[in-house]
């Protein structure tokens, strides 16, 4: 770590502790609250006005990397302070590094026009208005994403979508402006150039939200994982990112850092874990001694510091690579950690929800959130089997007779 990553490790370390963890309740008091006067899709106050005090002391918009545009961390530098925002779910949302609007925003600054930037990247880097990212469908399977079946067709100085979407993550947010949309624009053309993304604000006409959809049985409101439709959705050319044909090339820029973005957070989860796990053992007794005394509590216990410490390393070592030589050459490390955080933090995950019994598949923790948000992401960003085609195909081409 650097001085600067150090400093700024200390700052989100003290706010977790002092603001945003002893919220944690009144978040959930609020959503009740909300709910119970059918204001369920409402920001919760609680979470904005954190996030007034996170700007005002200057933890903001931390994870762009090198960028004048935010902390101009690298990645490596940016990796802790994930880790230790992943400690309560929607801490990161208070710093303006959450998901998918850190994605978009990386996209918009990387491939954005100015006239772009200006109308929706300002807006979100001063967190303004939320965005979501719509490339998963319903009728094909997306983890191939050459199988994207949502058309944008040119027509005159408009193109014009049509298609179906889910798991839309945000999209059920009120504050949701703007949809960075990946479809077919030429299904003719090259297999990895008949993609684009385009720019759809969310009061065109002809987009529908047509639900959320509940993971686990919870709806993740007000965020929200949507099913949506796009009806003869017209938009100006203009909102084309970086060309037609060119969604493929936007996705592997976006992706990289968004799926690393989520593994930090995920070891924060799992720390989180095995922490109340510990505290669990320590505090119950069970046919007469502490659970924390009992021979396959050790072995857990271990087994997750093993599993956490090594997922750590990974991590760090896919994010230095890629400030190093560069998300391409790091795709493999991101592969890796990408299967590899999620499959650690379920387990973890698993081990504190049974060392709680029935209070950790309740709500009196965040254990089974924790659970529901970390199985998730062994689908999300590319579920684990696609990722290790990844790892498989490099490993053995190391090892491939020379032709």
């Not at 369920?40 to 006005?49: A, F, H």
């Not at 968004?258 to 720390?271: A, K, N």
């Not at 007794?285 to 216990?301: D, I």
């Not at 994010?319 to 592969?335: F, Q, Y």
Request: neutral net charge; charged residues 25%.
């Amino acid at each position: 770590m650097t001085d600067r990553g150090n400093a700024l490790l200390a700052r989100v370390d003290a706010f977790m502790r002092e603001r945003i963890e002893p919220q944690e309740q009144a978040a959930r008091d609020e959503l009740a609250a909300n709910t119970a006067a059918g204001r369920r899709w409402t920001p919760l106050q609680t979470i904005e006005t954190l996030k007034k005090e996170a700007q005002a002391e200057g933890l903001w918009n931390l994870f762009l990397p090198e960028s004048e545009l935010g902390a101009g961390l690298t990645n490596a530098e940016y990796a802790p302070l994930a880790e230790r925002m992943g400690h309560v779910l929607w801490a990161s949302e208070v710093f303006n590094c959450s998901a998918p609007d850190t994605g978009n925003m990386e996209v918009l600054a990387r491939y954005g026009t100015p006239a772009q930037q200006e109308r929706w990247l300002k807006l979100l880097l001063a967190g303004s208005i939320r965005s979501a990212f719509a490339m998963t469908e319903p009728d094909v399977a997306s983890s191939d994403a050459t199988n994207i079946a949502t058309r944008i067709e040119r027509d005159g100085d408009d193109y014009v979508i049509n298609g179906r979407k889910w798991w839309i993550s945000g999209a059920g947010d009120p504050r949701c402006a703007i949809y960075i949309v990946m479809g077919q624009s030429n299904p003719e053309a090259p297999k990895h150039e008949r993609q684009s993304m385009i720019l759809v604000p969310a009061d065109t006409p002809g987009v529908d939200v047509v639900r959320p959809l509940p993971v686990f049985g919870q709806d993740d409101a007000p965020h929200g994982h949507c099913e949506m439709r796009f009806t003869n959705v017209r938009v100006p050319a203009a909102n084309m990112l970086l060309g037609e044909g060119r969604g493929f090339e936007i996705a592997q820029g976006r992706l990289g850092p968004g799926r690393i973005h989520h593994c930090m957070r995920l070891i924060g989860m799992s720390e989180r874990a095995l922490r109340l796990m510990c505290e669990r053992l320590s505090s119950r007794v069970a046919f007469g001694k502490p659970l924390a005394t009992q021979g396959v509590w050790h072995e857990r216990v271990a087994q997750s510091r093993l599993m956490i410490e090594q997922a750590r390393l990974l991590t760090l070592k896919a994010a230095w690579m890629m400030d190093t030589v560069g998300n391409k050459v790091a795709k493999n490390e991101i592969a890796m950690i990408k299967v590899v955080a999620p499959n650690v933090a379920c387990q973890v995950i698993d081990w504190a929800i049974q060392a709680h019994g029935g209070a950790g598949v309740s709500d009196l923790t965040p254990l089974a959130e924790f659970y529901g948000g970390a199985r998730t992401l062994r689908l999300a960003d590319g579920p684990d089997e696609v990722h290790r085609v990844t790892i498989a195909k490099n490993e053995l081409g190391r090892y491939s007779p020379p032709r």
